[in-house]
């Protein structure tokens, strides 16, 4: 079975703190990917049941997008399961032109940012990465990823928190899955279920490696400049020109 099956960071969801909150910016903004063009359908999902009895079901919808020069688009849709033909938020990113915009659709207005060169380093090798004594990480070996001839890696890290750590009068247990395919560089499934904070998932379907048509990278005609202070796309700081 695709793991375009199977239900799951980088994020859209403001103010979300759950597995996959930051995976949609991740992938973006982590590093720029060239030579490898794909688009997709990312959802992100939290369930939590509170002491009374309560649920809480929360759900982010972006469709994602990079072309082989490593320009990417998301288009945002909050507060729902499905993307919207008009998203609330459509961020473009263009290290090419060294210029990032986003785009409020509701009243056609943008905000441009000077482009923001991830910073690079050397990554740490696993192996000399501190050992987590509480943690046991086993590898899920590979599955294909739907619609495509890529596959994806999966791992499973179970982590228990010691009785006693925090005032807790049992051990925790934090079980999280994670499908990582290494050509496209993205993350394409997780799972994250914690006793304190609820069961979130994120899955990316949909999934094409085909180049994405040129104008999705480029500022629309007919939106008005957004002045003054603002947040850039992945919430820093910035002044827009």
């Not at 993307?83 to 785009?103: H, K, N, R």
């Not at 990465?129 to 990823?145: A, K």
């Not at 290494?182 to 279920?193: A, E, G, K, M």
Request: proline content about 8%.
């Amino acid at each position: 079975m695709g793991l375009s099956a199977i239900a799951f960071a980088q994020p859209p969801g403001r103010g979300w703190n759950f597995a996959g909150q930051d995976v949609f910016r991740g992938q973006f903004q982590a590093k720029v990917v060239t030579g490898e063009p794909y688009s997709g359908i990312g959802v992100t999902t939290l369930q939590r049941t509170l002491s009374d009895g309560n649920a809480i079901n929360e759900s982010n919808c972006v469709k994602v997008y990079r072309d082989s020069s490593g320009r990417t688009r998301r288009e945002e849709t909050r507060n729902a399961s499905t993307c919207s033909a008009t998203p609330q938020t459509i961020l473009i990113s263009d290290p090419v032109a060294g210029v990032e915009y986003v785009i409020n659709q509701k009243d056609n207005s943008y905000r441009q940012f000077p482009y923001k060169t991830p910073r690079t380093g050397a990554a740490t090798p696993a192996g000399d990465r501190p050992v987590n004594p509480n943690q046991v990480e086993t590898s899920l070996g590979t599955q294909p990823i739907a619609g495509t001839s890529l596959s994806a890696q999966g791992t499973q890290a179970v982590t228990t928190i010691p009785a006693g750590r925090f005032g807790n009068a049992q051990p925790i247990t934090i079980t999280s899955v994670r499908w990582y395919s290494p050509d496209l560089q993205v993350l394409i499934q997780s799972s994250r279920n914690d006793p304190r904070n609820g069961v979130s998932t994120y899955q990316l379907s949909n999934v094409s490696t085909s180049e994405p048509a040129g104008s999705l990278f480029i500022l629309p005609a007919g939106l008005t400049l957004e002045q003054g202070p603002s947040h850039g796309p992945n919430g820093r700081g910035r002044r827009a020109p």
